[in-house]
């Protein structure tokens, strides 16, 4: 007498149904693309990049040469030295550091406590105060330039680095930033601070800055880069060299020779002024990308 084996039901759960294998293909193909879109849109947005730091390594005449070549024939090394030499780039690198970092320091030390204080402290009109605050973003630079020029020249600041620092330390989007992330913070943390004994300032200092550290690094890391390569205002308020910062030292590097700027040496003092900035976003980008994620848009 013949016997049918029926399948046992734990070999039917760990058969994939069709449209589950459906399902996983569809993804699978889906994941393909999107990550051969990424990787092509990469390339792009990292083709002006790659362009320059080629161009830093290739002869002046390669750099006039047609049709172009992205690798150089031979590597030129020297073009890094010979640009270095050509200007007073150390004393344009103690600039830019000089005033990134204060300037970094001083908007995270304003902004977390303007943050602060629209977001938690109680008083008349403080809404309305914010809403003015960030209406001021709305205007454009070109408009405050003179104004912000005459301020600078009655506080004898002109030609002076404390004439980039100052302006550039209070700004209404850092301060939107870190309200909207004080606002995400639990209140019963400030009150049991409060019950042992923390004033405002207090309950500032020792419970909300240390909670603070992921939009810090988003502020600071925002704040750093855009004075590192801020140039309009320097190139009003600096003319001695003693007092230039890197951008306003590569557009003197380039007016030197009229008629046949070397390229080659220009593009290698613009590859070595970006490498700061490159390992400082590569350090900070997990508390960057935290820093966006959980700021929201709470109102």
Known sequence: MATTVEPTHSVRLTEPRPRVRSMRRRRLVGDIIAIIGASIIGVIFAMPFLWMVSSSLKDISEIYGFPPKFIPEAFKWSNYVDAWRALPFKTFF???????????????????????????????????????YLATMMIPFPVLMVPLFVIMKNLGLIDTLWSLILPAIFTPAGTFLMRQFILTLPRELEEAARVDGCGFFGVYWRIVLPLMKPVIATLAIFTF?????????????ISSIDHKTLPLGLTMFQSRIAGRTPWNQVMASATFTIVPVLVLFVLGQKYYVKGIVTTGLKG
Request: with cysteine; net charge positive.
């Open 225 to 237: 880069l855009g004075s590192w390569n801020e140039f309009l205002w320097p190139l009003i308020s």
């Open 94 to 132: 103690l600039n830019s550091i000089f005033v990134s970092v204060l300037t970094t320091l001083g908007a995270v030390l304003t902004c977390s406590l303007a943050g602060y204080s629209f977001a938690r402290l109680r008083y008349p009109g403080r809404d309305k105060i914010f809403l003015a």
